[in-house]
């Protein structure tokens, strides 16, 4: 992929509400095998796609572009020896030393694709409609399913699910809902209806932890209102709970292995795949063959440095 089909790219996975980060790199110093303004997408599992340079940069890239995504924090990086920048870092840059034979050296800023919120309005009653209608013009990715129609299955951990079913099988669309275990788990209706309902999923078996998630009754308490006021209010609260940051939902990440070089002393991927050797029972892996060339004409002093 070119530099604006990763960019497009990374657009169409935040509408599907998948968190991503986006690496440009800004600056480069030859020879190296990635150009200026070249661009990648990181998941948050640790997947690359596209283009900003090769084994020697991408573990480094990666890493940071994980924590980018679980903090929502912009981060830029030079990547290179210490040597090569004279000292003159500015504050806030992470410099991450990596021992590359080409000797380049790489600026790479790592942005948060912040994900559009899935909304999921259980019902087919005005307010629902209305609902699902407002968080459209927010450019929210807004679903409008008829109760009998819900199953678990059409939400995640980063949906917000509202249910709005007025008194239709309220209990079984809201196990279904509370087994998604979504981000936001909202019951339109009384404070006591909403007890009749929770209260008898307790008694059915569902954990305490999860029944307590449930908002009843769903939105901002603005009294007494009308069905698009209702709206407007649960709305609002979601827009307030997600500024705040308290809709992070369920993380999806996995763990990437990394591990040190025990030659020039830089992050690489671990695993299947990646360049290693085995030596007194442990793999030791590498950034290129010529580490792991000089790895094998004497491993106990390389990997002895590994222990100091």
Known sequence: MNGWEVMEQAAELARRGEAVALATVVWRQGPSSSQQGSRAI??????????IGGACAEPAVVRAARHVIATGTAELLLLGNLDQ?????PEGVTVIPISC????????????????????????SPMAQTLADLARTLGWHAELIDGADFTAARADGRSLVVVATQGQDDEGVLERAVAAKPAYLGLVGSRKRGAAVVG???????????????KVPAGLDLGSTTHPEIAVAILAELVQLR???????????????HAVDPVCGMTVRA??????????????????????????????????????
């Open 42 to 51: 990181i998941t948050a599992d640790g997947e690359l796609h596209g283009w």
């Open 85 to 89: 920048f004279g000292g003159a870092v």
């Open 101 to 124: 034979q080409s000797e380049g050296a790489l600026e790479v800023y790592i942005e948060p694709v912040v994900p559009v919120p899935h909304l999921v309005v259980v019902g087919s």
């Open 200 to 214: 008898y999923l307790a008694d059915r078996g569902l954990p305490k932890a999860e029944l307590d998630r449930v």
């Open 243 to 257: 500024a705040s940051g308290a809709l992070a939902g369920g993380s999806t990440q996995q763990e990437v292995d």
């Open 271 to 308: 695993g299947a795949g990646a360049l290693s050797l085995e030596h007194a029972g442990v793999t030791y892996y590498f950034c290129c063959a010529g580490c792991r060339d000089a790895f094998g004409e004497d491993p106990a002093k390389h990997a002895k440095r590994l222990l100091t």
